[in-house]
């Protein structure tokens, strides 16, 4: 059986067409045959089907052209698999048509002579019927696959073209050259082919006026000059230069070296749709080439989305994957560019005695190997611009992938990266991780129990997967019972003993060791605050200095993803960084350093610093008609500090619930206040969301309810 694809998408068995039904159910088994012998998820179905606004019924719908599809495809001998990561269809790779393409590329390129690879690119291109996925229906996703297979064709014709031109074919090619120039006429490299063509059988004029043709339509259209090759060209032309030949080719070493270096993903993937969306529309870009630069905390999945969309879209570069982890926030030491570059040229076939010994040389040799092929570059764990920069590819068909834990805005001002910064997982993605590591059925069972373990986690993936690991270690272990582990202490159960790369302390020590010694001061006194949403003012405060100091220091913690601003001039913190902020200045401030800090900001907000009070020392809270009433333990109730059962002299209007408790208790700062006066309540931290922390941090206040800590 074969699937044929670089036209209307069609299946056959011999002489016999199979019939495929629908146009969607057609687009369906074009997507599992893009991606042969690999595994299609349901949520790359169903983007690629209906795009970003699905039906309500999708998932059935998919699964009903799975099952028909399965049907016709039986009596041929393929079967469809689904598995927990999505489908599988049973065919190998050389039975559809685009992987066939390919193969006849790669053994193209590794041929001896300009001949013989040029034959090989032929007999490749005499595949094509057509437009690529002509007769099937979907989104915008199958939009850019079509796009993006059209321009691989027309690169390999290009590269094809070259090698006829440098056997000399010049006069046959000349036809063939100003159709294609016709059809795209700002694509340099055939109008050079052409110009070196009409230069060869003595037409030195028609080459110098199709330059100034191309020269015009450029500065039209786009507002640019044509490329240094071109107009180099030109000149060689003008001092009629006898060497027209194109660029020389290649070692058929170099050209044969298809790298796959990719990691294994590390287990299942849940959630991110809308960057892998994003990704998947900077990899179709085309007019420059293309850099994603994916940022965020330590432990937030950056790697993880970078290799997963790597290994989902690896069918769109089949000239190859490469991978470089460069160590920028790491124990290890940052690898030098010119290393990373060594790995790279090796990687793509050059022999170790002749990579370069220096940084430019490198990194030159590097972009012109690239330059036409569709290669994936995934840079990952950048320390800073110039560790990245001589890895980026000139070529416009290369996609860069740069994670790091800083924002690397040198890269987007210069180099037009674009920033696709990540988040915590939402709840529900955090519950579908679970569900895919611990299985179903034993979601099924404790489903309210994964909940609050998934918020315990702070919905990081890093800190989930462990807690999901430790329960999957210990058979005896139930999902409620790891949930009140964590409700007594998070950060140290949160690490997997036998990996010292599974802890997520361990992750964010890796942030907090690289900033300045001010910057950590900060970010440690930040720590100390009771609630999560701060402002520069009490930056400022804490550590006794000016706006202008605290906004340079607030800064670098922003771009380090260690605080988060919300607003102009106001900050906010993921609870298991503030839990992990707190626990530095525990360990590296004197109890004098941190009430003398605690004062400063009590001074600002125009309060008397609290007396000390017997118990653990972290925080009584009172009611303002009843100001000496502390909570008592019996109040802490699901890892939260709750009045419902304290002294009912304490009680305002039957409860008050603050989450900022001993440290035993679930600490996220925020006040739930949907019980307390209407004063305190109308800027509560609520069910329906939150708003301005400084106005709650008012309004409690007015309200009459004290903060002690």
């Known amino acids: 059986m074969r699937i044929g694809l670089l036209g209307t998408v069609r299946a056959s068995r011999g002489r016999h067409e199979i019939p495929l039904g629908t146009p969607r159910q057609r687009a369906v088994l074009a997507l599992l045959a893009l991606d042969a012998g690999r595994t299609v998820s349901m949520e790359r179905l169903i983007a690629a089907l209906w795009g970003e606004q699905p039906p309500a019924g999708a998932r059935g719908l998919v699964q009903g052209y799975v099952s028909r599809l399965r049907q016709v495809l039986a009596r041929a001998g393929v079967t469809i698999v689904h598995g927990p ?224 969309w790597g290994h989902r879209v690896r069918s769109l570069f089949p000239d190859g994957q490469l991978y470089v982890n460069l160590h920028g926030c790491s124990p290890e030491r940052p690898l030098p560019p010119i290393e990373a570059l060594g790995r790279l040229l090796r990687a793509l076939g050059v022999p170790p005695e002749r990579v370069p010994d220096t940084v430019e040389e490198a990194s030159a040799a590097y972009r012109s190997l690239l330059a036409d092929r569709r290669v994936l570059v995934v840079l990952d764990d950048a320390g800073g611009v110039d560790q990245v920069r001589p890895l980026l590819p000139g070529g416009r068909r290369c996609v860069t992938v740069v994670t790091s834990r800083d924002r690397l805005t040198g890269l987007v001002a210069r180099d037009g990266a674009v920033p696709v910064p990540l988040g915590m997982l939402m709840p529900e993605e955090a519950v579908a991780l679970f569900d895919a590591i611990l299985g179903s059925r034993r979601l099924a069972a404790e489903p309210a129990a994964a909940r609050e373990l998934a918020r315990l986690c702070g919905y990081l993936p890093l800190a989930l997967r462990i807690a999901a690991a430790a329960i999957v270690a210990a058979p005896g272990r139930d999902i409620a019972g790891q949930a009140r582990r964590l409700t007594r202490a998070r950060l140290p159960i949160l690490a997997l003993h036998d990996d010292p790369h599974a802890a997520v302390r361990g992750a964010f020590d890796l942030s907090y060791r690289r900033l300045d010694p001010p910057s950590r001061r900060l970010f440690r006194l930040l720590g100390l605050l009771p609630w999560p949403a701060f402002t520069r003012s009490e930056a400022a405060a804490l550590i006794g200095a000016g706006a202008e100091a605290a906004d340079r220091l607030l800064s670098r913690l922003s771009a380090a993803h260690l605080i988060e601003e919300c607003g102009p001039g106001r900050y906010t913190f993921h609870d298991l960084i503030r839990e992990y902020a707190r626990e530095r200045a525990t360990a590296e401030d004197s109890p004098a350093a941190r009430d003398h800090a605690l004062a400063a900001l009590h001074a600002m907000l125009g309060e008397e610093p609290p007396a000390p009070r017997p118990g653990d020392g972290r925080l009584t809270v009172v009611a303002g008609i009843a100001p000496d009433t502390p909570v008592r333990p019996p109040a802490l109730t699901d890892g939260a500090l709750s009045l419902a059962e304290a002294p009912p002299a304490a009680r305002v209007d039957g409860a008050l619930s603050l989450a900022e408790a001993s440290p035993a208790a679930r600490v996220d700062g925020a006040l739930s206040l949907a019980e307390a006066p209407p004063a305190a309540r109308a800027a509560g931290h609520h069910a329906g969301g939150s708003v301005d922390p400084l106005a709650r941090w008012v309004a409690i206040r007015r309200a009459g309810v004290r903060m002690v800590f």
């Open 85 to 308: 990561q999505g489908y599988l269809l049973g065919l190998a790779a050389e039975q559809v048509d685009l992987h066939e393409f390919r193969l006849l590329v790669a053994r193209a390129r590794a041929t001896e002579t300009d001949e013989a690879q040029a034959a090989g690119m032929r007999s490749a291109l005499a595949l094509w019927r057509g437009e690529p996925l002509t007769g099937i229906t979907g989104g915008e996703l199958l939009d850019r696959l079509r796009d993006t297979l059209s321009e691989e064709r027309l690169a390999v014709t290009e590269e094809c073209l070259n090698a006829e031109t440098r056997a000399g074919r010049d006069a046959v090619l000349i036809p063939e050259l100003i159709a294609l120039v016709a059809t795209h006429p700002l694509r340099e490299g055939l109008v050079g082919l052409l110009m070196v063509a009409l230069c060869r059988v003595g037409r030195r004029a028609d080459a110098l006026d199709r330059y100034e043709h191309t020269r015009r339509h450029l500065s039209e259209e786009l507002g640019l000059d044509p490329g240094p090759e071109l107009r180099q060209l030109r000149q060689r032309i003008l001092r009629g230069d006898a060497r027209m030949a194109r660029a020389p080719r290649l070692s058929a070493a170099a050209h044969a070296a298809v790298p796959a270096q990719l990691p294994p993903e590390a287990g299942p993937f849940t959630g991110r749709h809308q960057e892998l969306s994003v990704l998947d529309e900077i990899a179709v870009r085309g007019e420059t080439a293309a850099v994603a630069m994916v940022t965020g905390a330590g432990g937030v999945g950056k790697t993880a989305l970078a290799v997963h």
